[in-house]
Structure formats: structure tokens, C-alpha cells
């Protein structure tokens, strides 16, 4: 058995390594250097696969043939080389697709030129068998096109390992040897090819296919003892890839250079195309950027780069310096600060909403003073008339004992009730709505406000049935009722008569309260039911307020999901309207004929 065929089974065993080389660099295809280095060693595979059928062919067709094959891979391997090497040594933003396709010009002649040499034979100028070897070998004689492929391939190798002789020399000491691995498995190929052609010695068969075993081995073992793949400039990579900051690279003249994916998130505009483009072309609809390029080193606090709708970002550029503090370019860093601007918003927000509650505790405070002081104010009276009564005879008091008993039996409940609502709201505003009888509720406070009323000659009359039902928290429909009945006393002159109403309208229920006293003059109805209103007029028979019933009464009614307005003629009376919602199974009645509007 001649050697060729061992030679054969070892150029099968250099391709086997090449593919294992790309399968790994397949795993690892999300790194851009990856993809360039995996379809280099893709080329050489070609190249030793075909040679290796080549050297045990045995006719000039079958050696054409895989001739054939091997150029699939050999006029473009160098210049993937290159591009890794760019990428490698931290030159990514010069591999542009303008800049990769005018380098694939002299690989695609070479590719075209081999493969109609037998039209021109510019680039083998005659084949010919030779079997001095005791097997037949393909004696080939160069043309110009194959000296052009020569010379291309190997000033591309020349500058390629010029960037990584720079690279090692300024390399901290951990990363000399993964970068001495690149040199030397690099060198495998070009190497081995530029000893042959050379013919320093005498070498029947080509050794260039053998350089990818011995480049093979060399860079098989950077990637498993220093993962070679994922280490220095690429580690750098997928870490400015992998940053939720968005970082975007300018040079000197404000040109894009490089970008990383949460730029592209937020900047729409930018895609590998724009690389090169002008700053003031692709910052175009962000004025507040191509303002900080200009002034240089800047920072700018949550900004909106997209309109007032838009998320928030802290911006910062900053100037890039080489080793020798000179000016490279430009970086701008945008935090994306969103959640934070929210979340302090949130918290301005709860403060608002804490100072409001704090408001409201203290109107709250005022109104159980003005609803405890009515009544106790009675009790005061009746005291002094019986004082009177007492000294003025030693007759029976039944009467007046009994009104004072009921007004202070009434007083408790009222002070029971309220201390026992003011207890349920220690941990802040607790609204606990419920199927309320109407009807009930406002006899109840009738009532309390029986003495009053009286006392003015003023007759009340509820027209709201037996069958009214509504929604809503018992305390807060007690006073809203209440402040309204009180209101309406307080106003109505010695005689005068107040009526109650109710009717469905929709899904609520609304509640009429009118008196014929001396009405809302139009200046107090622009400001009666403002937040700001706090003036208490005084009442028919000089009775005084907090002014701050009926605001109270319009907070109340809006929880319970209604409004509050009101309907007044000065001289004539006033009607008051509330709306409460129904319960939820109350069927939906709509009334003919409303009794007030919104």
C-alpha cells in the first residue's frame, strides 16, 4: 500500500477536526466571532476533505473533480480569517457588509477562475499526471489569476497578524497565552502553503491541507483550556451586548461606530446599516442627544427622549481616550429609569393621599362636634327652663323631664354610633357598603332632629316608600342625610315646611331634600360645594356652623359611587339632590320623569 493513502486517511482526520471546530463554533453562533471563525474552518474542511480524495484518484477527470471541491473553501478562507481577527483583536465595527463584500471581490474571481480554466487557463496554464510517487499526482503549472489569489491571500495575512502582534505585546500577562494559541494555530495553514510554494524543499504532494490538522490542534486546545471563544475581546463583547444600559459608540467625526442590543431597543433607528452614518442623520428626532455630542462630556436626569408618553432615562457621554489621553471618540450611556420615576410618583401620590386623610380626619372632628353640639345645646336649654320653672314653683315637670330624657338617650346613640365608626377607622378610610332601608334611615334621623324642628314650627314630610332600598355605608348615609336635614332647618324659616323624595334613575337611587326658606344667592352657588368653600352662614334663628357639612356630605356621596348638587331660587327654597347606587339585584327601573339633574 503506497502512502498516499495514509496521507488520505490523515487529511480525513484534519477534516474530522475542522468540523468538530465548526460544530462548536455552531453551539457558540450567537457570538459574532464565532460565525467567522466557524465558516473558516468550514473552508478548510473542503480544502482537506477534497485533497485527501484527490491524492488517491486515479484518472485527471476524477482529480479535476475534487479539485473543485477544494475550491469551495480555499479562495475564502483567508478573508473569514480576517474577519475574525478584526473581531478578535476589537476591530468589530470595521466588518460592515460594504466592507465584507468588497473583500470577497478577488475570492470570488479566484472561485470563477478555477472553475472555467479550461476556457482561458488564466489560472493553471496547463494539468498534467505525474506518477514518479508510484500513484498519480496533478503536476500544476500557475497562471496569473492563481499568483493573484496568492498575493490577496497573504497580505491579508501579513495585516492579520500584525493586529495580533500588537494585541499580544499590549495583552495583560493571563491573556498572552490564549492570544500566542490564535498566532500559532493561524500560522498552520499559511504556513505549511508557503513552505510548499516556496520549494525550499522538495515536496511532491501539498502539505497546505496538513496546516489545518496542525491549526486544528492549536486552537482546539485554547478553546477548551482558555475557552478561546468566549474569553478577552469576546468576553468584552457579549458583555456590552448583554448590558441593560444602552450604550452607543461615536468617533471623533460623530460617526456611529458600534452600538450594543438595548440600544437598539430604545433608539429604533439604529441596525448594523447605520454604522458610518452621521450622528445628526440618525439623531435626527432626538434633539436633547445631538445637543450633548455637541457640548461633549454631559448628563441629563430623566429625560423623555420620545415625547411626554414616552419612558424616562438618565443620559450620560462621556469621552473615550486611548492610553495616551487622547480624545477616540465619544460614549453615550442611557439607564433606562422608568420604574423609578413611577415609583417616586407613586409615592408623591400616597403622600397626597396620607396629607388628604389627615384633612379629612380633622373635618371629621368638626363635624361630630357640630352633630354632638345640637343636641347638647337643646339639653343646655331645657336645664336652664327647668332651672327657672323650679325656682318659679314647685309644680310637675314631667313633660320637660321627658324631653330631656329622650334628647339624651338620643345624644348617647349618636356618640355610640360615631365613637364606634371612628374605632373601624384607625387603619385609614373604610368604606363598607350595605343594603340600606331609605326609609328607616331617614325617620332615624328625623328623629334626632325632631326637636328642631319643632322648635321652628318646621313640618317635615318624607314622601320616600316603604320599599326604597339603596347601597351604601351606614354611617356615611346616616350624616350625608342628616347634615342635609340639619341644613335644611337651619335655613327654613319659623312655619316653613321641608319634603323629602326619592326615585330610581337607572341604577341609583336619588334622594331630594327641599326647604322653602330664603334660598342660595349666586354668589355662595359658585362656591358652595367647592373644596375651598369653608364660609358657615348663619341660620334663620342665628344658628352657626363649621362650614363644612356639605363638603363632607359631596365626599361621601361620591365613595358610595353617586353626586351630590343642588337647585336653589333665592326668596323660594332650595333642593338638595344626592344620588346613592342601588343593590346589586335591585331590578333596573327607569323613572318617567327625573327630579333633578346633574
Known sequence: MTYNVYLSALLMAATCCSLLLVYLCYKRRDLPIAVSY???MLTGSFYSFGYGFEIISSSMEHIRFWLRIEYIGIPFGTVLWFIMV??????????????????????LITFTAHNTNEWHHLFYTSMTMNHTEGFPLVTLVKGPLYRLH??????????????LLQMFLRAVPRMKKQIALMIIGSWGPFGFTLIYLSG??????????FGFLFSGVFYMWGIYQFNMLRLAPLALQQVFESMEEAVIILDTDHSLTSFNRSAKRIVKELSNKNTGQ???????????????????????????????????????????RNSRQKIVGKMLLLSDVTEAVHAEEKLRDNARQLSDLNTFKDRMFSVVAHDIRDPLAVLVNLMELLEEEMQAERGEHEEIVQEMGQQIRNTFELV???LDWFRSQREGMIFNPVERDLAHTVQASLRLLLLRSDNKQIQIISEIPGDSYVYADKEMLDLIIRNLLSNAIKFTDHGGCIRLKAERSDRHMVIAVSDTGGGISPEQADTLLKNDYRISSAGTSGERGVGLGLTLCREFVQLNGGKLWFDSVPSQGSTFYFSIPLPPEAPLIQAGNSIGRG
Not at 150 to 163: A, Q
Not at 200 to 209: E, F, H, L, Q, T
Open 86 to 107: 478584526l473581531q478578535y483583536t476589537g476591530r468589530q465595527s470595521w466588518v460592515r457588509p460594504r466592507n465584507v463584500a468588497l473583500l470577497m471581490i478577488v475570492p
Open 416 to 418: 355610640e354610633v360615631l
Open 38 to 40: 466557524g465558516l473558516g
Open 150 to 163: 496568492v498575493f490577496y491571500s497573504y497580505s491579508f495575512f501579513v495585516v492579520g497578524m500584525i493586529f
Open 278 to 320: 452621521p450622528a445628526a442623520e440618525l439623531f435626527s428626532g432626538y434633539p436633547l442627544l445631538l445637543e450633548m455630542i455637541a457640548r461633549g462630556a454631559a448628563s441629563a436626569s430623566r429625560i423623555q427622549l420620545t415625547g411626554p408618553d414616552g419612558d424616562y432615562y438618565n443620559v450620560h457621554l462621556s469621552l473615550v
Open 200 to 209: 525550499v524543499i522538495y515536496m511532491p504532494i501539498d502539505i497546505s491541507p
